[in-house]
């Protein structure tokens, strides 16, 4: 078995990885890192959380061990699609260059322009960025790429899903032809094998077999839920949840709970806080300083339940997550796999709750296709019947309505015999006068106003219609 020590990485690296408790790589990192300090290409085709974050940052960081940065030209470049995954990758090189003087920035979006503007005039050795904001500063002025050694582009099928290929396309351009290239991908999509067909030389391809089983340690159970009609299959949801976590009780220490739009991200954390639950939201949507407080203090133990979607969730390492739920079953199966082994992490048991609506159906089947295997059923819980909107709306209606009046003995009589009744006699029309309300009287002062106004053209009229016409 391999060991780091035979890689041939920077001593000071080996040093870092052991104080950090690593003695073993992963297969993906034992295959690539040899490939990569030889100078070739790597093409990786793996999921998160095997391991591919060392398997390019540990080579980095020794090649760049030597040389060194220059104002406004980072000497490595590292793209990561969401926020979060890049301030992950700019963690573990924090952990892995703690011995080196090599230095680093972070480039994503929420953060004032002016910080990083300083950390890149003063020269960097690696560059991690989003795609968006590494733009942004190139079009301002204030960044070049000629000096690109080494090129990493992480999880480039999600770039595909949230629309950054052209702009992967375009930094490819502006760097230099002849930098290595770190290219990693969980899928091979046609637009993905196109981009490492014009931008890669001559690549090593390392293929990690797809995460298609979750840990033994974790429990898994899925919740059906007879909710046909989509107007109400949400709150239903929302309700199964809040009765699973009650139930889960003191086993439950923290959870992530999934959903799988930012709306619904929203509405979750806000039901749950409303029901006196420790939650809070996390999406792309909300400001950098607010979404890594959020993380901070989960990852402190200071936040019980965070409420996240997919793409804000990627790059999230918190060893000690008891439970993840699934609001919502994920459209891509790979996800799946993803989310629930938050939980379940360094040999620790956890558990993870997926609930389904009839609707979701196609998703379970792709799921337990990639499983190879049915997930276990759970016990739903039992819920209050919800009330049809439309038939309280005619209950309410009904109950404030007036109750009719008697009818008179004539009407009844014509009702027996099929008769129409004769209408009523007219009011006489004094007694319809004196039924009406009275106008208040006007003020004295508002009539003289009134008979100040000038009717029509006043006291001056226009010479030519004094003319006298004659006739012919």
Partial sequence: MTKFSELKLDPKVLKAIDEAGYTTPTPIQAQAIPHAL????????AQTGTGKTASFTLPLIT??????????????????????????????FNTYAKYTRLTKALLIGGVAFGEQDKLIDRGVDVLIATPGRLL?????????????????????DRMLDMGFIPDIERIFGLTPFTRQ???????????????????????????????????????????????????????IKREALRELIAAEDDSLENAVIFCNRKVDVDIVAKSLIKHKLDAAPIHGDLDQSVRTRTLDKFRAGELRLLVASDVAARGLDVPSVSHVFNFDLPSHPEDYVHRIGRTGRAGRSGKAISLMVPADQK??????ALLEKSLPRGTAPQLAPPADKKEKKVAEKSGSARKPAQRSDEAARADNHNVQPEPP???????????????????????????DKVVGMGDHVPDFLMREFRSA
Avoid: C, W
């Fill in 363 to 368: 998703y379970l089947d792709a799921i337990e």
């Fill in 136 to 156: 942004d500063h190139f079009e301002r002025g204030k960044l070049l790429l000629t000096g690109v050694e080494v090129m990493v582009v992480d999880e480039a």
């Fill in 63 to 92: 090649r760049l061990g030597r040389g060194r940065a220059r104002a406004r030209m980072p000497r490595s470049l590292v793209l990561a699609p969401t926020r979060e995954l890049a301030a992950q990758v700019a963690e573990d």
């Fill in 181 to 235: 290239t770190f290219f990693y991908s969980a899928t091979m999509a046609p637009e993905i094998e196109r981009i490492t067909n014009m931008f890669l030389s001559n690549p090593v391809r390392v293929e990690v077999a797809r995460q298609a089983t979750a840990s033994e340690t974790i429990t898994q159970e899925l919740i059906a839920l007879d909710a046909t009609r989509r107007d109400t299959a949400a709150k």
């Fill in 38 to 45: 030889d100078g070739r290409d790597i093409l990786g085709i």
């Fill in 425 to 451: 006699a007219a009011e006489p029309r004094a007694r319809r006068s004196a039924a009406r309300p009275e106008r208040a009287p006007k003020a004295a002062g508002a009539r003289e106003r009134q008979h």
